[in-house]
């Protein structure tokens, strides 16, 4: 029995002497592996405190098309109106709304029954006149001949000469009052004054019309006339002879020249009045319509910057890298963009350092790395 208790402390402290070796060793890998983390948490912290120099490129110069667009009304580019100068019966209207006129074309008509009398009368006093004169100057003829004779007095040819110059007269006066016979039978018609499109009319005869009263309107619709307003800043970029490019609500298109930069402000509004001269001659577009205008200015001079180059916000604007390398904010005039680029006519310069991709990690006022502010990688080029 003694023997027995013996042996079974002899291979208890035999087994506890491996389990102790076993845990031992377990104890160290545990030790060694956070010994290991440790160092590479202390690496990362380390790492993480050194700021990395953003990337900087540099704007390139290139060569941009201007445009401006803005918004205006058309109307025709030249209308009238016209109305009888006397009053009367209108008897005929040759022309309805929307006719096609050619000048000189007779639209309406007034009855004047007057004016047949005056006409007969003025006929039959030039014909007395021309008897009279016809006489006279016989008899003027015959005087001379006395005269010569020594038949006829002085007095008798003067008389006879005098008589011929009042049947002259008479002449010339009834002439006169035949014309102006005539100038009333023109003012019982209208005549087109110019070619066009007719936009007012009436709409039957038979009415009485005053005189000086507007009875037609014709407008010229094959050229358009469009009138818009600019600030002074764009105003100032545009000339005389430009090409237009207008397009209506409906997407119809025409093409004109600017016609007009007015040299004044409009009152009121404080900017400069465009007019321009558009082709209608398909009559596609129509007047009083609401359109937008789009002026080719000639090519300028500007530069290009990636759009990974903006910082957020809603003026556009960069980080550039200024005196002592403190990062600038610019904000930029662009004019376009396109391909992933900005097309800026003003905010840099060629010698300019802008930061690329700002993200949030730089902002105005923050100092570049000595590294980073020695090098700049052009990804612009």
Do not use: C
Not at 2 to 17: C, E, H, N, P
Not at 29 to 45: H, N, P, Y
Not at 271 to 292: C, Q, T, Y
Request: glycine share 8%.
């Amino acid at each position: 029995m003694k023997w027995k208790v013996i042996s079974f402390f002899v291979l208890f402290l035999a087994g506890a002497g491996v389990f102790g070796v076993a845990l031992a060793d377990k104890i160290d890998v545990r030790k060694e592996k956070l010994v290991k983390t440790a160092e590479e948490g202390v690496a990362r912290a380390e790492a993480a405190s050194i700021v990395r120099p953003p990337d900087l490129v540099k704007p390139v110069a290139a060569q941009a098309q201007d445009t401006l667009t803005f918004t205006g009304t058309l109307e025709a580019e030249s209308s009238v109106e016209v109305a009888f100068k006397v009053s009367g019966r209108v008897t005929a209207v040759n022309y309805r709304r929307g006719d096609v006129v050619e000048a000189s074309k007779e639209m309406a008509a007034l009855e004047l029954p007057e004016i047949a009398v005056q006409d007969a009368q003025a006929k039959a006093a030039l014909k007395v006149a021309k008897a009279q004169q016809h006489a006279a100057a016989d008899i003027l003829r015959r005087s001379k001949k006395l005269t010569t004779a020594g038949v006829g007095t002085e007095q008798q040819l003067e008389m006879a000469a005098g008589q011929e110059s009042v049947s002259k007269a008479a002449i010339s006066q009834a002439i006169a009052a035949g014309k102006a016979v005539e100038v009333m039978k023109s003012e019982t018609t209208i005549v087109a004054p110019m070619g066009g499109t007719v936009t007012m009319a009436p709409t039957s005869n038979g009415f009485l019309a005053a005189p000086g009263v507007p009875l037609f309107r014709i407008d010229n619709l094959a050229t358009l006339r469009f009138r818009g307003h600019l600030a002074e800043r764009e105003a100032v970029r545009l000339k005389k002879g430009l090409l237009v490019d207008v397009r209506s609500e409906a997407g119809r298109t025409a093409k004109g020249e600017v016609s007009l930069i007015l040299g004044s402000f409009e009152p009121g509004t404080h900017r400069v009045p465009i007019e321009a001269l558009v082709d209608n001659s398909k009559g596609e577009l129509f007047a009083g319509s609401l359109v937008d205008a789009t002026v080719a200015i000639e090519p300028i001079s500007v530069f290009t910057l990636p759009m990974t180059t903006l910082l957020t916000g809603d003026q556009p604007a960069v980080l550039a890298v200024g005196k002592n390398d403190v990062l600038e904010k610019r904000e930029l005039d662009v004019l376009e963009t396109r391909d992933g680029k900005m097309f800026i006519r003003s905010g840099v310069a060629a010698t300019d350092r802008v930061v690329d991709n700002p993200g949030t990690a730089w902002r105005p006022g923050a100092v570049l790395p000595k590294p980073a502010a020695n090098a700049a990688v052009s990804k612009a080029d």
